[in-house]
């Protein structure tokens, strides 16, 4: 089971703002597990803080800005993708202004400041949504569209298109977080000489230069007019006949933009506030559809807080009803786990297929036949006993018994025809042979019930 992580030290990095051309620094601080993200304003009466997660985003025109009162914080979203691409769960950004730093307009500099600090391990699990089905958003006035489909890892494609005879079609992919740093960090912003003017006049990109950002000239215009842009951005004189890129360094890929879309991506969906295993397609994507996808993500992610494990009915079971026999002293009609389909160190997964042929359906109700919550509960059980048995020599020769139950709750009526998925974690480790478990029971994508229990293995006389 993978953990969560913090960084190892703290770190700082100083630059102007690409908003407001002020002077910023902003600093990675280590947090405790199950934190996430939080930026804090150390320039702001009582340093406000505020969690960077997708409803806190109050405006998504030209970056991702959050807000909260009179709290707001711009241009997060290249650090947001390096915390997430290097597996960062847990950090506190302290900054002195209203934006983090635009720095060279990419992540790479975030990232390097990651890996020198390093990462520190923590104990709490890595909270995983596991994306079971396809799921989609779309803008019909952009002809945006983000579509998020199973897959056993985070991958991510951008495709963009702009009536550009410069820069019309491109698309970039990153399949693995692993080559984020080599495929993806260095990617820089872009903007288009056409929007310039009008972001100026606006009273924004005061810090935008060819040193943090690709600017596109794809629209002919007269000298006169390229002359003033390049004399307000510290551009070299440029022909206005001469269409193309402008910059002071070359570009990184023949599609940088493309990647920096991914980049941004990435960013916006960090603030989901969980890891997600799954493709993500986006096509002509942009901030404002990002975060309307991120928003609509947190909402099914609490919709179904505690997620129902992947099912594979054609995968091999680990453990078969054979050699569950072999761990466990029930019988018919008490063995309730049909099989086990996932084993780890700290946790387990059984099935249970709940068929009208159950015993107890004869009386518990004949009308209306409903699996007794205390069999769902020994169902739960016989599950979190394989786990705790896998964990001793001879397990045949020991039995776990019940020493305690609490914080049961029935959700929904299991009926025949229901197959039970059965998620038990331990809590703490097993001591003097006892041990204290959170269990979870699924139909579905449904949590059906759930309970935790104590549990001691007493070997057998």
Not at 4 to 15: A, D, P, Y
Not at 49 to 60: H, S, Y
Not at 233 to 241: I, R, V, Y
Request: hydrophobic share 40%.
């Amino acid at each position: 089971m993978l953990k969560q992580n913090t960084l190892n030290g703290s770190f700082s990095l100083c630059g102007k703002g690409l908003h407001t051309g002020l002077s910023l620094t902003v600093t990675f601080n280590p947090a405790e597990e199950n934190h996430g993200y939080k930026i804090q304003r150390i320039d702001m009466p009582g340093m406000p803080i505020i969690d960077a997660v997708a409803e806190n985003v109050i405006d998504t025109q030209r970056g991702t800005v959050l807000g909260k009162g009179d709290l707001r914080c711009s241009t997060i979203e290249h650090a947001m993708a390096a915390l997430y691409a290097l597996g960062v769960d847990n950090v506190l950004i302290q900054v002195n202004g209203p934006e983090f730093p635009i720095l060279d307009g990419s992540a790479t500099l975030y990232v390097n400041e990651i890996k020198r600090v390093g990462l520190k391990e923590q104990n709490a699990p890595k909270d995983y949504y596991v994306i079971n089905k396809k799921m989609e958003f779309r803008d019909d006035k952009t002809g945006a569209c983000i579509t998020l489909l199973p897959d056993e890892d985070f991958s991510i494609t951008s495709m963009i298109s702009f009536d550009s005879k410069v820069l019309s079609s491109q698309f970039a992919t990153l399949d693995n977080m692993d080559n984020f740093e080599s495929e993806v960090a260095a990617a820089r912003t872009f903007v288009f000489v056409r929007e310039i003017a009008p972001l100026l006049t606006a009273g924004l990109i005061k810090g935008g230069d060819l040193d943090n950002a690709v600017v596109i000239y794809e629209q002919e215009t007269s000298q006169d007019v390229l002359d003033k842009l390049c004399e307000q951005t510290g551009a070299e004189w440029h022909d206005a006949k001469e269409l193309g890129y402008i910059q002071h360094k070359p570009l990184v890929w023949d599609n940088e933009p493309a990647r920096h879309k991914l980049l941004d991506i990435i960013g916006d969906m960090a603030l989901i506030g969980r890891p997600i295993k799954g493709r993500i397609i986006a096509t002509r994507p942009g901030h404002t559809i990002n975060n309307m996808f991120a928003r609509m993500m947190r909402k099914e992610i609490r919709k179904h807080d505690i997620q129902a494990p992947w099912y594979d009915p054609n995968k091999e079971p680990i453990m078969d009803v054979k050699k569950i026999k072999e761990l466990l002293p029930h019988r018919y009609p008490m063995q309730l786990v049909d099989k086990v389909i996932e084993l780890a160190p700290n946790h387990i997964v059984g099935v249970k297929n709940v068929t009208s042929n159950e015993p107890f359906f004869q009386g518990h109700f004949p009308q209306e036949p409903v699996m007794p919550g205390v069999l769902q509960i020994e169902a739960l059980a016989q599950v979190g006993g394989l786990l705790v048995l896998n964990t001793v020599e001879e397990p045949e020769r020991w039995s776990t018994y019940f020493l305690k139950i609490e914080n049961v709750k029935f959700r929904q009526t299991v009926v025949p025809g229901d197959t039970l998925i059965f998620k038990t974690e331990l809590l703490s480790p097993i001591r003097h042979g006892i041990s204290t478990m959170q269990g979870y029971a699924f139909v579905g994508e449904n949590c059906v019930m759930e309970a935790v229990f104590t549990a001691q293995i007493v070997k057998n006389k």
